[in-house]
């Protein structure tokens, strides 16, 4: 079963305008959530995250947004670049349980063209 | 600085044989986690690490899965008579403390023929 889903694949975006991502979980104990980015041939880089006790998280051109009550959480990238073309991963983490182990999503392929 | 190194980058074997995975995390890191990356999917946990002690193996999927870190620093992931079932991508990571960032490695992706 599934405790983090991101159900697109794949998404392809103009550069300059918005991509939006989006990831539902199930696990209500998950109170922290991060976003990783992955190049090819390469580890996930850890891109930005949110607490559970916020709706909101800004940094820079990033913003994730998480609706607790949908247990839905989202990352906009605005304005794309072409940069920004790599695989996205969800994750998530109950800070209660011990250890933060992360449970990630199955990851969004993002192709922004030039 | 450098960052989170693991070797073999590629490992192929026959099935059967013993593998060891290596993880060199970042100086300094406390915590050291194991994930395992199916194609198309996200890092799975397998097990982690408070400077030597094993605190978690839940994710390791059978006893033929095992992990140590003995002075606290370098991990290896042994997983012995391998199957084809095993070939995937492993992934280390590491974090300052538990409840911190935690940065990965570029994997060792193994392939059990």
């Known amino acids: 079963d599934q405790q983090v889903k991101q159900n697109s694949p794949s998404l392809s975006v103009q550069e300059g305008r918005i991509s939006i991502l989006n990831c539902d979980y199930t696990?209500?104990?998950?109170?922290?959530f991060l976003w990783y980015k992955k190049y090819p041939a390469e580890g996930p880089t850890f891109l930005i995250s949110?607490?559970?006790?916020?709706d909101k998280n800004e940094d820079g051109r990033f913003t994730v947004f998480l609706n607790k009550s949908a247990k839905h959480l989202s990352l906009h990238i605005v304005p794309s670049q072409p940069g920004d073309s790599a695989v996205y991963f969800c994750?998530?983490?109950?800070?209660?349980?011990?250890?933060?182990?992360?449970?990630f999503g199955g990851g969004t392929r993002v192709l922004v063209k030039p | 600085g450098a960052g989170v190194s693991q070797s073999p980058r590629y490992k192929v074997t026959k099935r059967g044989q013993d593998v060891a995975l290596r993880c060199d995390p970042i100086?300094?890191?406390?915590?050291l986690y194991w994930y395992r990356q199916a194609l198309g999917q996200g890092p799975e946990f397998l097990t982690y690490?408070?400077?030597?002690?094993?605190?978690?193996k839940s994710g390791l999927p059978n006893d033929r899965f095992s992990a140590e870190r003995p002075e606290g620093s370098i991990s290896t992931l042994t997983i012995q008579r391998t199957e084809q079932r095993d070939s995937a991508m492993y992934r280390c990571?590491?974090?300052?403390?538990?409840?911190?960032?935690?940065?990965f490695g570029p994997g060792t992706r193994l392939l059990v023929l």
């Open positions: 949110i607490s559970s006790i916020k």
């Open positions: 696990n209500s104990m998950f109170d922290y």
């Open positions: 690490f408070n400077y030597e002690a094993q605190q978690d």
């Open positions: 994750a998530a983490s109950a800070s209660k349980a011990a250890g933060n182990k992360l449970t």
């Open positions: 100086s300094g890191h406390v915590s």
């Open positions: 990571a590491s974090a300052g403390h538990v409840q911190e960032t935690q940065y």
